[in-house]
Each structure stands twice: as C-alpha cells, then as structure tokens.
C-alpha cells in the first residue's frame, strides 16, 4: 500500500472517530450504515439551510426597522453679532418642525410609517471658517439632511458636498453653487438675481428716474459675490453710472463713501450691508444730509427691531424679504398668526417664514424619496416643484432655486410689498423724502 493511501484512509480512520464522539454513531462498513450516515448530513444540511434563513430574515428585518426620528441639522447664528438672525431662523425650523410631528412626522414609504422630525443645531457664529467644523459636527451625528444660513457659505458647502450629505440652505450668494456641487440647494434670493434690483426699481419709478448707481462692497468673500454679479449686470445693459465704494465689515465710519456718493451725483444706492453696518450707514446718510433718489439696502434692515429702533428715520429703505406675511400662498396666514402669538402681535421677519419653507421642501423631497437614503433625497430636491410659504419651489441644474422675487420699503415702520406690481400692497414711496422735511 503507498503512503499516500495509507494516509487517507488514516484520515477517514480520525473523522469517523471523530463522528463516533460528536454524534455517538458507530460507523460500520455496510449499506445501512452508509444510508444512516448520508441522513445525518442530510439532516445537517436542512438544519443549517433554516437556520441561515431564520438569521437572514432576522438582519433583514433589524436593517429594515425605521429610526426613532429622522435628524436634520441646521448651522445658524445661535450666538456672535448676527445672534438676532438666529433667533428668526430657529422659530422657523422649530415651528416646521413642531408642525410636521403633530401629524406624525414625515412618511417614509420605505417604512411604511411616518417618522418624526428632530432638530439638530449648529452654531457658526457669523464666521464662514467656524460654519466648516459645525457642519462636520452634525455629520457625525448623523443627520440625514443638512440647512443653515448667512454664514454656511461659501466654506460649509463643500464639507456637505464631500460627504453626499443633501444641504438646502438660504445664502444670496451665487458664485459658490458655480462650483458644480450636486448636493447643494439654495432658497433665498441669489446674488445674481438681486444685481437687477436697482435696474427694476429704475424702470418702475415715474421721472425723473435715477441716472447713477452708488454700491457699497463689503470685503469679504459674500460682499465680492454681489459685487461681481453686479457689476456682471451692469456690463451686460452697458450702464455707464456706478461709482463703487470698499469697506470692512463692522466699520466705525462711513462719512467719507457717503460724502463721494453725495459730491458725485450718485441719486441710488445698492448696498448690502449687515446690521450693525447698514445701520450706522443710515444714521450717517441723515448726519450729512445725503438725499439719494432711492435706497436699496439688503441684509440690514431685515433685522425689524434693530432696524426700527432708529425710529421714523428708518422708513424709506427698500429691501428684499424672501417671505412676507402678505403672500398670497397657502399657509402663509397660518405661520403669519403663530409668529404672532408667540411674540406679542409682531409680524413675521423673513428668516422665520424661508427656514420654514426649507423644511417644506426636505420635507416633500423625502416623502417622494420614499426612503432616508441620501443619494435618492439628493435626487428627489433636484426635481422639486414644491409649495411653500414662500411660494412654488423648483430648482435650476446648479442648485439655485427659481423663485418669485419682490421687494418691501419700510412705510410707516411696517415692510410693505411695493415690487413687483402683482404682489404689491401699496405703490412705492419715491423720491425718497428728504432728511429735513421728515
């Protein structure tokens, strides 16, 4: 006999020992006990094909079982110089929140249950750099979708992007959603949109018209995006009267752009400007009794306490709200009265009503999602066509949304719609009153 045949059935010696020991068979070397044996591993087989059934129906049903809530994060002002902001923008997400889980949350057909919403905050301080690590940090708590506002741009997009985690969020800022980003989603008024304001105002007013345009750029990344588009639109209808005027966020004194707009013959300006800065740009425009024909001031005057707080001098401004309480869009009302109710009759401002219409359009995209997977919710924002209190949504291929643009001046303290004509409450005040005569 070889070796290697001596080793065999060695081997076949040990497993059925082995046999003997694990099952208590003898093994004999007849047909019957071949059959006997043949049925144990038969039987073995069937126990094992059940048992790997049973555990995969198990993990199928454990991966299948629907979270306790679906988390969706936000990276607002909740402290720093624009804090005011963020106190408008979290009674939005809160109330759409609020209101979505009154009716049980959010279906999510791959459920087939509705799942409610929670709210998760992040805190980027009006600083862009600080927006980077807040939206790191609501990643990593995983939130299935991601908002934020002012500050989140330009530098918190890509951190959303690289992640594949979907963002609607409402900067003006345009130059960013250039970049390709296919998770990224705007809901506010884009730079590029508000550079034709002072044209539109143009055409609307009766004579005389303003013939020179005054604008005010803020030196940083969001005040270079709406110089470049401006000066983009300017090009583009060949208008030859701009005079352009730099400064640094949070400056002390404005007098001496105030004073060239002035001694230069500048009779409309565009600025967006922050609080604290369009503030004391005002306040300064009275010291030097500069009268311009018109006044299109973004960003500040959205602020209404702060902004009222000058009193009768603050009427006149023009400016942008993304939302107003007199909307003729379903659930405008509604939100219009529990703002209301929750702060003593005062009207809604802006940031309150656009992070409410973001979470309608989370909202819409998941349930038509039918899933929480973030590549499909991705999917689901692209082809948006939803409504909300801001009015119907859709957006472009870049992420930036198409929208029904309109325009407030401050009258008698209240942001009246005055632009576009269908929209508007009362006509537009202008030439803008004199400082004296006021």
Request: charged share 25%.
């Amino acid at each position: 006999m070889s070796s290697e045949s001596l080793t065999s059935r060695r081997k076949e010696a040990h497993l059925d020992s082995l046999m003997d020991e694990e099952f208590g068979l003898h093994r004999k070397k007849t047909r019957r006990g071949q059959r006997m044996r043949s049925k144990l591993f038969s039987g073995i087989g069937v126990f094992l094909a059940i048992s790997l059934t049973v555990m995969t129906s198990t993990a199928a049903f454990a991966a299948e079982e629907a979270p306790k809530s679906i988390k969706i994060g936000a990276v607002i002002d909740v402290t720093g110089p624009l804090a005011a902001f963020g106190v408008q923008c979290k009674w939005g997400y809160e109330k759409a929140a609020q209101d979505i889980n009154k009716q049980g949350g959010i279906f999510v057909k791959e459920f087939n249950k509705k799942i409610p919403v929670e709210m998760l905050y992040g805190d980027h301080q009006a600083n862009e750099q600080k927006s980077v690590t807040e939206v790191e940090f609501l990643i990593q708590k995983g939130v299935t979708v991601l908002s934020g506002t002012t500050a989140i741009t330009p530098l918190g997009l890509p951190v959303a992007e690289k992640h594949h985690v979907p963002m609607v969020e409402n900067s003006s800022e345009s130059e960013p959603l250039q970049q390709g980003f296919k998770y990224v989603f705007a809901l506010f008024f884009m730079t590029e949109d508000m550079a034709k304001y002072p044209f539109e105002v143009m055409a609307s007013v009766p004579d005389p018209k303003p013939t020179k345009i005054g604008f005010m750029e803020e030196q940083d990344l969001m005040g270079q995006d709406y110089s470049e588009t401006f000066q983009k639109e300017v090009a583009k209808r060949n208008f030859k009267n701009v005079v352009i005027e730099k400064y640094q966020r949070f400056s002390n004194d404005f007098s001496n752009s105030i004073l060239k707009f002035k001694q230069g013959g500048v009779d409309l300006v565009y600025a967006p400007m922050i609080g604290p800065d369009g503030i004391l740009f005002w306040k300064q425009m009275k010291q030097l009794d500069y009268n311009p024909k018109a006044v299109i001031m973004l960003s500040a005057p959205a602020v209404r306490k702060d902004w009222l707080s000058m009193g009768k001098d603050a009427d006149y401004v023009i400016t942008t709200n993304c939302y107003h309480w007199a909307l003729p869009y379903a659930g405008v009302k509604q939100l219009a009265d529990a703002y209301r109710a929750d702060n003593k009759g005062e009207n809604p401002p802006e940031f309150a009503g656009s992070t409410y219409a973001m979470m309608q359009v989370i909202k819409d995209a998941i349930e038509r999602a039918g899933t929480l997977n973030k590549d499909k919710i991705r999917d689901a924002l692209a082809a948006s066509n939803s409504m909300t209190v801001q009015g119907p949504v859709k957006f472009r291929p870049n992420g930036m949304p198409i929208i029904k643009q309109f325009l407030v001046q401050y009258q008698n303290g209240v942001e009246t719609i005055v632009w576009p004509r269908d929209l508007a409450e009362k006509p537009m005040v202008y030439p803008f009153p004199p400082w004296k005569s006021r």
